[in-house]
């Protein structure tokens, strides 16, 4: 088995061929393998990388078929497994990200305090100073609705595509079912507390000049929202239900059941004083109040025992000795 050391780089490549080259020429010695992933980049951009590129850590692989941002980088992934990098970091070839920052990014993992580390432009006011106004909007929205699927309470930032990542989660992740286009960032951090990986955010200052993005934020609200439901249903129904069942798992049904049948029955009650002229008695009153504060009470009490249930402890070293067993058994057979 590979004894992982070292900083690898993974640049998904689509239409960003004039601030690609500058960007690689900006990436310290610290690193020591870059990958280039041209995802059928109509301005062959890998090929012009190729061509005038002499950096020699520079690998350049190419798509035959678009298959978003995801896809270009889990295929980076699975290069910068054939080296012996321990942490591999994700760059945009759009100039976006400072590769000034790549020792702050891959630091804490190196140091064995996390297994995942991203971004974070929210972390002082004066990093969104220059953000354009509809991002700015569109994260704040989405950083709930992430925490939510995600189980990561305390990060921010959700779709900040700078991260770096421990070799050995790169090894457990199912890359065959992680999202491959613009929910790749969310969904990936569903899958990692699915292997209960340290998260952690690392300040950044957003950078925007004259880049050009294909993202269209109105037709991607309804993909979002439908990925975060998924996932969250998946984590709260596998966490609670199956994995792990405890007292918050009885928090969770019957606040969830409590809740809306005290909201139906009060709303039926109301309906039927509107229509008939007779107040409710003081009993129906309660009867529909009742369990709207008891299940109200009930899902706040899950609500923060599942914060408090973020991933604390590093599991890349566990994972580590698991998949060095793993090699050492299929070494024997």
Not at 143 to 159: H, V
Not at 180 to 195: G, I, K, P, V, W
Not at 253 to 263: D, M, Q, V
Not at 288 to 316: C, K, Y
Request: aromatic content about 8%; overall charge neutral; hydrophobic content about 45%.
């Amino acid at each position: 088995m590979i004894a992982p050391r070292g900083i690898a780089v993974v640049i998904p490549s689509y239409r960003v061929s004039s601030q690609l080259l500058p960007l690689i020429e900006q990436i310290g010695p610290e690193v020591e393998w870059i990958f280039v992933i041209d995802d059928a980049c109509p301005e062959q951009s890998g090929e012009q990388v190729k061509q005038r590129c002499t950096d020699p850590r520079v690998q350049v692989v190419t798509h035959e078929c678009n298959g978003g941002v995801g896809a270009a980088v889990l295929t980076g992934y699975r290069h910068a497994l054939t080296t012996e990098a321990a942490v591999i970091v994700k760059l945009d070839g759009d100039g976006q990200m400072d590769p000034a920052l790549l020792r702050r990014f891959a630091s804490p993992l190196l140091a064995g305090q996390a297994d995942y580390a991203k971004g974070n432009r929210f972390h002082r006011i004066g990093f969104v100073r220059g953000m354009p106004w509809l991002r700015l909007a569109g994260n704040a929205a989405l950083s709930f609705m992430t925490k939510l699927s995600s189980g990561y309470w305390q990060i921010a930032d959700p779709t900040n595509g700078y991260t770096a990542i421990r070799r050995e989660l790169v090894q457990e992740l199912d890359m065959e079912r992680i999202a491959t286009r613009y929910f790749f960032e969310s969904d990936l951090l569903f899958h990692l507390n699915q292997a209960r990986a340290v998260v952690v955010d690392v300040p950044m200052r957003a950078r925007y000049a004259d880049e050009n993005s294909s993202l269209r934020p109105l037709q991607m609200i309804g993909p979002f929202m439908l990925g975060h439901l998924r996932n969250t249903l998946r984590r709260v129904g596998y966490g609670y239900l199956l994995r792990g069942f405890s007292v918050a798992s009885v928090e969770l049904l019957l606040g969830a059941l409590l809740l809306p049948a005290g909201a139906v029955f009060g709303a039926c009650q109301w309906w039927l004083s509107v229509e008939t002229g007779v107040p409710a008695t003081a009993g129906t009153v309660m009867a529909a109040a009742l369990p709207v504060i008891i299940g109200t009470q009930m899902l706040l009490s899950w609500l923060n025992f599942d914060v408090a249930s973020e991933p604390r402890q590093p599991v890349h070293m566990l994972l580590a000795g698991v998949q060095q067993h793993r090699s050492n058994t299929g070494a024997d057979a």
